[in-house]
């Protein structure tokens, strides 16, 4: 569903092929991916520890709550989206670098491995290529469209973007929580 993509990135540290493997892997059901090289499996098992710890990391489940009165079905991928925005935001106080310079880096290497990529993952690229996402994250206009877009993409009719106003509201408690809880994913899961 593009959320948290600007983070799995982010974790997925220098190497190519984790890089890869953790942005196809929310487009992969069940262990459907034997015929990957080894190095992109990896990058997918990546992936999956790095939801786990944030299913289960105390500062997600505290933010989810911000937005359980309207959202509750919907908290999980809000946070994603808004701690990606933050990310984004304040993307040099994370990274020695710009979000735009990371963001071109990074969708340089997706097109060099675009082969891997299933059709779903494929039609994600272009969307995230045509609307720059990831240094779009960083604005509230960026982000209230992405909501926008993501919000097209569920069944159920819900506007997304109508939870924006709670996020502007409580920005500085949600950046607190990130805060904390980036540090730490960094610490679980980046290696010197």
């Known amino acids: 569903m593009f959320v948290n993509y600007l983070g799995h990135a982010i974790l997925s540290g ?3 092929n984790l890089i890869v493997g ?6 992969l059901r069940g262990n459907l991916f034997s015929n990957l090289p ?8 990546l ?16 933010t989810k709550r911000f937005f359980y009165p309207e959202f509750e079905k919907y908290s999980g991928i809000l946070v994603d989206m808004f701690f990606d925005h933050l990310l984004a935001k304040h993307f040099n106080n994370y990274l020695p670098q710009s979000i735009e310079s990371f963001a071109k880096n990074i969708y340089k290497i997706y097109s060099n491995n675009i082969a891997y990529f299933p059709l779903s993952a494929k039609n994600f690229y272009t969307y995230l290529i045509k609307n720059n996402v990831y240094v779009n994250y960083s604005s509230v206009a960026g982000i209230s469209k992405i909501l926008e877009h993501l919000s097209l993409r ?3 009719k819900v506007l997304l973007q109508n939870a924006l106003p709670i996020f502007l509201k409580n920005e500085s408690l949600i950046q607190n929580n ?6 730490e994913a960094k610490n679980t899961f980046l290696h010197d």
Do not use: C, V
């Open 14 to 16: 220098n190497d190519e």
């Open 22 to 27: 953790n942005f196809i892997a929310d487009h």
């Open 38 to 45: 080894p190095q992109i499996i990896e990058g997918i098992k």
């Open 47 to 62: 992936h999956r520890s790095i939801d786990l710890f944030t299913d289960n990391h105390e500062m997600f489940k505290l």
């Open 154 to 156: 569920i069944k159920h």
């Open 178 to 183: 990130f805060h904390i809880f980036i540090h």
